[in-house]
Structure formats: structure tokens, C-alpha cells
């Protein structure tokens, strides 16, 4: 398994996604920095943190979900996946391997922004700022799982990307009429109007201000459980569609160690 992580990683080199991924992911908690103060420079510190939290909830899933795909699309085209299994290797295994790379480098450079963040600007609130980046390491595991299966369904990374951002949109208005359950990277999800409630802000949301919910007390349950639930259910699809079948050209091969 080492022998696959190596090669993995000089692969990731060799494109350069160490130096890619950091780029998106500094620009979009930029982004998030500059259009919170843009409207007002007078904010607490939580709705600062609160923009963070949700530009990388929402732009991450579009921006970050390209790079997944095209990253995930790339060996079946080139015919790499063919190639690893020849060595012994699954594409389920190939598949995790490059999606556990990819997951935790994207956190550690995110979390780090976002801590580097809370430190500039003096931010204490040590259970809120866990909150936040538990809440994001969910959205993106959720971001990357999704775009996993849009790559392994469609195999072309322009029909891959073309359907997530389709799938982004349906699912952001359905979020409205949901009560914020069917897309959890979303500025209408119920994760992000958690983490406004608690961040001072009044809940404007069309399903979610016809029920009672106590989103101080269930704040981590709301926060992180849609984006862990529905990414188990993408990993069981994943599982379901390798297993046993023909999935960009190669057959699912157990390895040989």
C-alpha cells in the first residue's frame, strides 16, 4: 500500500496539485474575508468567522469538486487506472487512496487558513471555531465523495462537472422547501443557518422558520450530520457501482498482498 501512496503523491506533484489546491483554498477564504467586509467593516468577530465558514461550505463544492473530478476523471481517459491494477491494485483501492490524499491535504490547508484567521483577528471563542472547521472537514468530505461519483458515473471530467454544477442547483433550491436537508454545501442548508443562529444573525429561511428546532443545544448535530450522512450513502453507492462491475474499462481486481 505504500508502494500506492508514493506513487500517488509524486503524481500529485507532478501537476502540481500541492500548489493548486493551497491556491483555491487560500483564495476562497480570501473571498470570504473581503465580501463580509465589504458590506459592513463594522462585524463581530463570529459573523467574520461566519463568512469564512460559509464561503468555504459553498465555493468549495463548486471549485475544489472541479479539481476532484478532473483529478478522479484523468486516469480513466489516460488509462492509468488499467495500469495501477495491473500492479495489484483495485480501483476501489486506487480510488480510496487518491480520496484520502486529496481529503486530508484539502482540511489541513483549510483549517490552518481558518485557525491563521481566528488568531489575526483575536477570535476566543475556542468551541465556535471547532464548530466551524469540524462543520467544513464534513462539507468537504461530502465534496469529495460526491465528486468521486459524479467521475465514476459520467468518466468524462466536462460531463462529470457540467452534472454536479446541475445537481448543485437543483439541490440549492431545493434546500428552500427542505428544511435545508438535500444540499449541505449551501448558504440555505441547515448547517449554515445553524452556525448563523449562533452566530447573532435571525433565521430567513422559507421551511426552516415553520418548525421549532433548538439550534444552540443540537448545533453539532444540525452542523454535521447531513454532510456526514449523505456522504456514507455516497461511499455505499461508489461501492455498489466497482463491485463486481465494469467500471472505466477495467474490471475491480482484489490486491495481491
Partial sequence: MSRLFKF??????????????PLIIISIGLVGIITGNAFNENLTSKVKMLNIFQAYTQFSFIFLGFVYIYLFTEDSVKGTDKYI????????????FKSL????Y?????????????ISIHFTDLDYLILIVCSIAAALLFTITFACLMSIIF?????ATAFQLVFFIIFDVLNIFTF??????????????TVRYISGIPIVHKSLESIKLDFEIFKWVYTITPSIVYSIIIIIIILVILCGKRVGGIYVTK???
Avoid: W
Wanted: glycine share 4%; proline share 2%.
Fill in 155 to 159: 468518466k468524462k471530467a466536462l460531463d
Fill in 8 to 21: 500517488e503523491i509524486k503524481r500529485m506533484k507532478y501537476k502540481k496539485i500541492h500548489i493548486i489546491l
Fill in 180 to 193: 435545508g436537508l438535500t444540499n449541505p454545501c449551501d448558504a440555505n442548508s441547515l448547517a449554515t443557518v
Fill in 85 to 96: 491494477s495491473q500492479l495489484g491494485y483495485s480501483l476501489a483501492v486506487q480510488i480510496l
Fill in 101 to 104: 490524499i486529496l481529503y486530508a
Fill in 255 to 257: 490486491h495481491k498482498d
Fill in 106 to 118: 484539502t482540511l489541513i490547508i483549510t483549517t490552518a487558513f481558518i485557525i491563521g484567521y481566528a
